[in-house]
């Protein structure tokens, strides 16, 4: 029942594809990426500016491919936290056709809660807590 | 007097930004390769799936670079034909502040009529003259 | 035991940084895949060219993230083969300090055995079993 | 005229290629970037870690594409300075082939000297002029 509340759409580019014809797989991780900063943006835990304030920082990333993306595809990207840890947090990730629900990827990232001007990871703060357990605590 | 009958939106992603943290040079130009086959989409000269039927090869493409493109931004590309020979065309670029109308930055791409089987530069096909002189002749 | 009896140079480009002064994390799936295609290549399983005959396909693909690369850093990518089977093999990459030996990531991919002209998965093919076994089978 | 005092490897990725099968145009504008930025370094013009010191802003660049470049292609990247204003500079550029001397692709690049801390461009220092014409300004 991995049903995501946040979906970000993702625009293929031509740009995006590779001698295969279809979406080069580390572009995969491109939109994962982007799906996990506009979750965080969309619940006001980073403002799109200050890149020094981002607060995480990515500890491992995983994508498990099902089906190629086209460039004709339309795609919205799936973002879902799974797990809270103390210094942690695992999001779930779903790449889907946003016409027909069908699933090009599914992956999962680990995120570290981090300090950057003081280069060191910190406890979630408690504002990110309460902000990610409102959203998808549930 | 630039001004364009076809524009098509950009989605700035987060890993289109380099470590200034604007939006990377290169980048700019994978903006007008997108706009530029969007145009040829948009008008029926390219049907966007089979590559080798795409027609053209790019000889030569320019950017000015007026303003930093940040993540932030709401970007919009035009494209529009002007110049058209026995076996080029010349195109006009634009990116442009979709919010303000602001210019971020200006380009030109020549591109020549290529058999991609024949591996060989050929003229203009009609269909595509009497196409781009109807849509962006005047 | 993770020695690696390939290694593949990775040169960091200026183009490979982010927004965060380090290089991006969708490039250490770039570099993980150059590892991949090299080590076939190494051991005559793809010759380079036609991109038809690539003969596997991308299942599924990890990495861990232990230290930034940064734009003077010098990497290598160990690339080896850790479990065949029927119709997949599985990859183990490092990404490391060519000058230190220091980790700066590591991960996994699972290929399947792929026929593009069919579109089909397939058993890996004799001789790739005799070659990678042969190489990476201890 | 165009020989080149400078020359840097350009190693080609799987990743830089296309829906065409060859290098995507855009990649063409990250090499001359790394090309100008190895050029710089090899000058002691930029040390290579500090962004915000790195002095020069892209004003234009301009590629004109003179044959494909290809997965197993070895290239190097020329640049030479040939015109030195009061703010500004304009870099030639060549991606040859390193074993054959042929040329896939020559370009240029406008740089204006740039004060990122002020955000403001700058008359180009003394000891770029000295360094810059000592090497390349015969």
């Given at each position: 029942m991995q049903e995501f509340l946040f979906y970000h759409p993702i625009v293929i580019r031509?740009?995006?594809?590779?001698a295969q014809r279809h979406?080069?797989?580390?572009r995969y991780f491109t939109f994962l990426e982007e799906a996990r900063v506009q979750y965080l943006k969309n619940l006001g835990?980073?403002?799109?500016?200050d890149f020094d304030e981002i607060g995480i920082i990515l500890l491992e990333t995983t994508c498990t491919f099902k089906a190629p993306i086209r460039y004709e595809h339309k795609v919205r990207a799936g973002v879902k936290m799974i797990k809270l840890g103390n210094k942690s947090m695992e999001l779930l990730h779903s790449l889907e056709d946003?016409?027909?629900?069908?699933?090009?990827a599914t992956g999962r990232s680990i995120l570290v809660a981090y300090d950057y001007a003081a280069e060191t990871s910190i406890p979630v703060p408690d504002h990110w807590r309460k902000t990610l357990l409102t959203y998808d605590g549930k």
């Open positions: 031509y740009g995006d594809l590779d979406v080069n797989n580390a835990l980073w403002d799109g500016t946003a016409e027909t629900g069908d699933t090009f």
